[in-house]
């Protein structure tokens, strides 16, 4: 039987901030355990959380970025469940009033538009992380608080994707918005980001949900994509075999790259929400809502339309200098630099330093080649020609020097000088009457030779153009 | 309102408490009767009335996101009952 995915996705990101959600430890990564805690982190019995104004001001700025209808007023709930990465024995999340609702996110895939709708976006807190004893027959689990209280904020979409394309593309969308409007690192690998995702199949055509499954522990876009093939086939094998899929939360491991259930008193929640009575809610103004706007910079896919129209490149191009906010900075720090020549700088960009980047696994940011180095090299390659620019530009990566500057000391100028490079032609012509003749027979190839000898004579900074030109001249004129 | 054993049950597996069924049996009868009590609240009409969750009128208090120092972390790991390398220590969790 052919059937249709249907998808959504909960998205956490940590927000970027100094200190926790309610206190003013460090959010530090990689720190030694336990050494960003206090008694109120810990959830010790009597203490007083005070929410951090950064990171309600980067929920809300986020919020307005993914077009939600903000709340007026919003609060904050106690979700109660056990475990032991959460101190408290509570989160403190939202529930009932989020801060925002009802918002979405345009993605492109295949080259077409399609409007992914959002539930709602919602702060709350981090659990701390747990360490499991690799040492078999250990009968203990280890805890690091550190990360617990660390701001979170949470992304919910509507089951509104129905391939992995439009998933993967809903991902790399809103970690670049989320980057662009500087709110969160979202560096997976510290665990900035990570996914749940929500997975049901149903028979091609219908309009009836089938029984959901829920996957939590998705570190990575690459595990997301690895769990929806894997759910895809799990789930339409039971189907084909006229079983149920159950409506189950499951656990995905990325070691063995499966899926399993949990438990089902894991998942026998009754998270009894509540307000918060430690915390006074919230009201937003239009005022504040104004404010807040402000500080949000254009988004990728108005950039990306705008370098199409302001620079003519294509939108293909446009669409890689925008995907990472870094690198169109850098971009248009080049051709504010030098406006002649957007479309050969941003090929430049394309094609040279982002491959450089990926070989060298760094960002642009700390790439040793700067936009004015960079428009530098362009200005001169009229006069050294292309395949020496290319040289050029890894010697200025391996040196850290200016195109200028390594042109003079190789004195690798090409040789324009048209009455000089007439004598050497000329003595070229000389030395090799085979090939002249040849030429002047109507064999092409024995230009190809002459320019050759010349370049060899020369040693490879003669202009091949021009060159080409003079031997035409030459050879034709010494024909008649 | 009656509460039944059952969701006695259900609630003492939620705060992590063991019950006799005695204790059970007489949960159930006083938290029948402590509801019925507060039922009679159901009898005013809050058609128009916004629930309150807030004993105060406060809104909006926050602090700057400024970094204050930390506890020390022996100071802290000595308020727990097992700690290791600088870990709590929690009976093992099942994955």
């Known amino acids: 039987m052919k059937y249709e995915v249907v998808m959504g996705l909960e998205t956490h990101a940590e927000l970027d901030t100094e200190s926790k959600l309610f206190c003013g430890c460090s959010t530090k990564f990689g720190s030694e355990p336990n050494t960003q805690t206090c008694p109120v982190c810990l959830g010790l019995p009597g203490v007083l959380p005070v929410m951090n104004k950064k990171a309600f001001e980067h929920s809300l700025k986020a919020a307005l970025s993914l077009s939600c209808e903000i709340s007026e007023f919003t609060n904050f709930d106690r979700k109660s469940y056990y475990y032991p990465d959460l101190p408290k024995n509570y989160q403190t999340s939202q529930n009932y009033f989020n801060i925002g609702n009802n918002g979405y996110v345009d993605i492109v895939v295949k080259g077409k538009e399609k409007r992914i709708d959002i539930h709602n976006v919602h702060l709350e807190e981090e659990a701390g992380k747990l ?5 078999s027959g250990a009968n203990y689990s280890l805890v690091d608080f550190n990360r617990a209280g660390v701001p979170l904020l949470e992304i919910v979409t509507q089951p509104d994707m129905r391939s992995v394309e439009e998933v993967e593309s809903y991902m790399q969308t809103l970690r670049n918005i989320l980057l662009y409007i500087g709110v969160s690192d979202c560096k997976m690998q510290e665990g900035s980001l990570r996914f749940e995702a929500s997975i049901s199949l149903r028979e091609e055509g219908s309009n009836v949900l089938g029984n959901r499954v829920e996957i939590k522990n998705l570190n990575s876009m690459k595990a997301v994509l690895k769990v929806i093939a894997y759910e895809i086939s799990r789930q339409s094998s039971l189907l084909d075999k006229g079983e149920d899929v159950l409506m ?11 899926s399993r259930r949990m438990r089902s008193k894991e998942e026998a929640h009754d998270y009894r929400y509540f307000p918060e009575p430690d915390l006074v809610p919230v009201w937003i103004d239009q005022e504040w809502i104004d404010e ?5 910079p254009e988004l990728p896919v108005s950039k990306r339309q705008r370098f199409v129209n302001e620079y003519t490149i294509s939108d293909y191009d446009a669409g890689i200098l925008t995907d990472d906010k870094l690198l169109a900075d850098y971009f248009e720090e080049c051709v504010g630099l ?5 479309k050969e700088l941003s090929n430049w960009i394309i094609n040279d330093v982002l491959r450089e980047l990926n070989e060298r696994k760094t960002n642009v940011q700390d790439f040793i080649v700067s936009p004015k180095m960079l428009v530098d090299l362009v200005k001169i390659k009229p006069a050294i020609g292309s395949s020496i620019a290319k040289d050029v530009f890894v010697e200025m990566i391996n040196t850290g020097k200016t195109a200028p500057s390594i042109v003079k000391e190789k004195s690798l100028t090409q040789m324009g000088d048209v009455s000089e490079l007439n004598d050497i032609v000329a003595k070229v012509i000389d030395e090799n009457p085979k090939a002249a003749e040849d030429y002047g027979k109507g064999k092409k190839s024995a230009l190809t030779f002459l320019i050759g000898q010349t370049m060899k004579v020369t040693k490879g900074k003669a202009n091949p153009k021009i060159l080409t030109e003079i031997f035409k001249e030459k050879l034709s004129a010494g024909s008649k | 309102m009656d509460i039944s054993v059952k969701e006695i049950e259900h609630i003492a597996d939620l705060s992590r408490i063991t019950l006799t069924v005695d204790e059970k ?8 009767n402590i509801l019925g009590y507060i039922e009679k609240l159901n009898e005013l009409d809050t058609d128009e009335v916004q629930p309150m969750a807030y004993a105060t009128f406060l809104k909006n208090v926050f602090r700057e996101d400024k970094l204050k120092s930390s506890f020390s972390r022996q100071e802290i790991l000595e308020l727990s009952p097992s700690s290791a390398n600088g870990f709590f220590k929690v009976p093992k969790v099942i994955e």
């Open chain 1, 131 to 135: 360490v499991h004893p690799e040492t």
């Open chain 1, 248 to 258: 189950e939360t499951r656990l995905w491991d990325d070691v063995d790259s499966v």
């Open chain 1, 292 to 296: 807040t706007r402000t500080t949000i």
């Open chain 1, 338 to 342: 030098s406006q002649d020549s957007p």
């Open chain 2, 25 to 32: 049996n007489t949960f159930a009868k006083q938290l029948t």
